[in-house]
């Protein structure tokens, strides 16, 4: 398999190409915002407006983004022109952007993840079953990063309130934070966003009843985990046909 690593000089780029050189994928080309050609893994980072340019001369078997909404939609847009596949770990999506990306994913095959880590994966079928079992605790929803992160809650943060609402078959109403008189109305989830130092990723549930509570709890050690994940993701996509795919369901394939 060859790849395409957008966001390249960035934290999760970074590690895309660390873990691609350690398997020993080929790396078709990298590219940055404001990148000057500079090395990375030993792979020049091309500037971004070179990014459809490349992807019509060197022909990556897939491409692997992980940078921001706007400039993953646009590297979908584009790779659907191309006929190029394209996994996207990047996060923070409006509704708008994901439409752009299901557009997108009528022409190519399209798969995004808001984790790529298989423990997450495992952390959302413990809390659908907890969830299940306990209808009527309350639910609180923790996840901690580092002070780098741009979008709150985190993308997995809302992957997770979406299974308990499958769990629950209703759509909780969201709390995002308290402040001043704000007592606990039936049914709610609080969503809590910390961000601090350098922690790569902690999500929390915490259900509790009267006399009892259970915490579910991931901790991420590196983003190699993530990367892992993405490039495994990559290796399945390539032979897929064009459609729109989200990590989650496709996750226990790999
Ligand atoms: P980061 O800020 O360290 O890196 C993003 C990189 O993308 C930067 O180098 C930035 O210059 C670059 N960039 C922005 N726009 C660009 C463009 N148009 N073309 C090329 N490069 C562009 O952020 P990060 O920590 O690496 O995270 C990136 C994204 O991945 C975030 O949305 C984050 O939430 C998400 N993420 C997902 C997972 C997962 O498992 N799915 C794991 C970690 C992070």
Known sequence: ???????ATGRMGRTVLAVARERGVEVAFAVNRGAD??????????????????????SPDVVVDFTGPDSAVSYATACASAGVPIVTGTTGFAESDVAALQEAGT?????????????????LGAVESAVADLPEYDVEVTETHHNGKLDAPSGTAKVVLERIDEARDDAAERVH????????RDGEIGVHARRAGDITGEHEVLLAGNHESLELTHRAGSREVFA????????WLRSQPGDYYRFETIASQL
Not at 1 to 7: H, K, L, R, S
Not at 40 to 51: D, H, S, T
Not at 228 to 235: C, I, R, T, V, Y
């Open 37 to 58: 050609g500079s090395h990375v893994e030993g792979v020049p980072v091309r500037p971004a407006e070179e990014f459809e340019a490349l992807l019509e001369s060197a």
């Open 1 to 7: 398999m060859n790849v395409a690593v957008t966001g």
């Open 177 to 184: 934070g308290r402040e001043g008189e704000a007592p606990r």
């Open 228 to 235: 892992e994940g993405a490039l495994d993701a990559a290796a």
């Open 107 to 123: 022409r190519t095959p399209v798969l995004v993840g808001a984790n790529f880590s298989r423990g997450v994966q495992a952390l």
